[in-house]
């Protein structure tokens, strides 16, 4: 029997005749003929009782039709499937994003995963640090890209590695340029004196700058005044409202680079994690996303006298 066959009884069974029947497959009398004659040989048993006036189902064929209607219906699908192209599945990565990472970092960062996940979409959402551990806590974001201090406690099971070390320059003045024109490199103690205009501490910067003071027990002259963002913080800066620091990253396209920072012979950075936990994607796919990010490469030499630290960072827990 065939699917040809089977379409022949249910147009012969809803018209009552061959000729009706024929016409509505738009096949010639003799192929309805032929096919109800050869499917009655293989089943054993008439479908239809003839007379001169109709054509009408036998009990057997009455028992038999809902069967039949079934198996069109499972071959038209089957057919129609054979013949349409599979379509894959989009999913989505939700990534929050500290405004200080920026959006050119957070491409490179995610990079591999793209290439490996062409079809999976990524949608970012940028927002403050707290903004961003909120919306991670209520699962709406798979990752936070952003400065984290690892002692500040998140009370969420998460992954955590470091992604990157960003060094801090020193922006004077342009009236106290001449002062730091021959130098090189500065120290926080020799920036002791300096007012510094700052950002709110939404994205990590402030509250970095404020503690890396702290820790060498300095106190951060600060101006009364906050920027609204980096772009604003260097514009102030030159306009003479006060010093400023930022990430090199941050100002790599000002015409004045800036000097860097250092203390005890090593550049200061502030360093950009990734914190996360499957919720909007399935723990099969954040995997391969999270070895993904593994493979960025730390840099090390930035990272010199932080081993504990460091060590610290590959102890991750889900």
């Known amino acids: 029997m065939d699917l040809e066959q089977l379409k022949f009884v249910k147009a012969l069974a809803d018209e009552g005749s061959f000729e009706a029947a024929a016409a509505r497959c738009a096949v010639p009398l003799p192929a309805i003929l032929t096919a109800i004659t050869q499917l009655e040989a293989e089943f054993g048993k008439r479908l239809f009782r003839r007379t001169a006036t109709s054509v009408r189902l036998t009990p057997y064929g009455e028992h038999l039709l809902p069967h039949i209607l079934v198996a069109i219906q499972v071959l038209d699908s089957l057919t129609h499937h054979s013949q349409t192209p599979p379509t894959k599945s989009h999913t989505s990565v939700h990534v929050g994003l500290s405004p200080i990472i920026g959006i050119r970092r957070a491409e490179a960062i995610l990079s591999r995963f793209r290439a490996k996940h062409p079809e999976t979409d ?22 936070i890209l952003a400065p984290y201090d690892l002692d500040t406690s998140l009370n969420l099971e998460l992954f955590c590695v470091s992604l ?4 801090l320059i020193f922006l004077p003045t342009p009236s106290s340029k001449p002062k730091w024109e021959l130098f090189d490199s500065v120290t926080l103690a020799d920036i002791a004196n300096e007012t510094f205009v700052m950002l709110s501490d939404g994205c990590g910067l402030a509250s970095f700058t404020k503690q890396i003071f702290k820790s060498h027990n300095i106190v951060l002259r600060q101006h009364s005044g906050e920027a609204s963002g980096y772009g604003a913080l260097y514009e102030w800066t030159q306009a003479g409202i006060g010093s400023g620091i930022l990430p090199r990253s941050c100002i790599a396209d000002k015409e004045f680079p800036g000097i860097p920072i250092v203390q005890n012979g090593h550049p200061v950075t502030i360093e950009y ?13 954040f995997s391969q996303l999270w070895d993904s990010l593994l493979e960025t490469k730390i840099v090390l030499p930035q990272l010199t006298g932080s081993l504990p630290r460091l060590l610290r960072l590959l102890k991750t827990t889900l």
């Open 122 to 143: 990524v949608i970012y959402h940028e927002r403050n640090f707290n903004e961003l551990c909120l919306l991670l806590q209520q699962r709406q974001l798979d990752i």
């Open 164 to 167: 990157e070390c960003d060094p």
């Open 273 to 285: 994690f990734a914190l996360g936990r499957p919720s909007t994607i399935s723990p099969r796919l």
